[in-house]
């Protein structure tokens, strides 16, 4: 079966370090992503990992291990507008569907 | 166009009645996902499209969702027969080639049935 699993809730203060953790099960596996979306908003793309490792853009940084069905989402000099519920989805091998974990909805306060 | 259009933003209909959603995906793009999202994050899959051919339709029910992509018009996700549970955001997404690492998604139709 496919298993994608995210803390519900998250809060953290501005300017701070905040790690979103992601385990996943999934039947196949061509890749992970994180997305970031606002409230009554469409998802917007943050980061792609298909090999093991640290990718690092900005303020965002995301890692994965494959052997564990591990990722996390860093997000680094927190700010306000970073309030969003941010969304693990792993693409399934053969195909090019996402399947999407429940999302972590993290907080930001001053 | 440079975004993934959808059309209506909302939708609202009467349990029983029809209800049909657009999409027009970015110029270029020949992939097309139709994705439902209930109780605020819990994302499903429901099907994809290779230019107007169906791609992947495992998330799809099957007794009363239908989707079309054909050429030179938007892409449309039909419902017959709306239920409760039908109430959803209902986003679709585009991208540009097989295994292209990017989905970029629409803004939404909100679908409301009462």
């Known amino acids: 079966g496919q298993n994608i699993d995210q803390p519900t809730e998250m809060t953290a203060t501005e300017g701070a370090i905040v790690q979103i953790n992601c385990t996943y099960q999934?039947?196949?596996?061509?890749?992970l992503f994180w997305y970031q979306q606002h409230a009554g908003e469409a998802p917007t793309f943050l980061s792609y990992n298909v090999l093991d490792g640290l990718e690092e853009k900005g303020r965002f940084s995301s890692f994965l291990s494959r052997s564990k069905g591990y990722s996390y989402l860093l997000l680094k000099e927190l700010q306000m507008k970073d309030s969003a519920s941010y969304l693990c989805?792993?693409?399934?091998?053969?195909?090019?569907?996402?399947?999407f974990g429940t999302g972590t909805r993290l907080l930001v306060s001053p | 166009g440079e975004e993934v259009a959808q059309t209506p933003k909302h939708l609202v209909r009467g349990e029983g009645q029809k209800a049909k959603l657009y999409c027009a995906p970015i110029k270029g793009h020949s992939y097309v996902f139709w994705y439902q999202q209930v109780l605020k994050n819990e994302f499903k899959f429901l099907i994809s499209?290779?230019?107007?051919?169906?791609?992947?339709e495992t998330g799809m029910p099957k007794e009363r969702f239908s989707a079309k992509c054909l050429p030179n018009s938007p892409c449309s996700l039909e419902i017959q027969a709306t239920k409760l549970e039908d109430s959803a955001v209902y986003f679709c997404?585009?991208?540009?080639?097989?295994?292209?690492?990017?989905?970029?998604f629409g803004p939404g139709t909100r679908l409301t049935v009462t």
């Open positions: 499209f290779q230019n107007e051919n169906v791609f992947d």
């Open positions: 989805a792993v693409r399934d091998g053969g195909f090019q569907k996402l399947v």
């Open positions: 997404a585009s991208s540009q080639e097989e295994r292209a690492y990017e989905q970029y």
């Open positions: 999934t039947s196949g596996f061509n890749g």
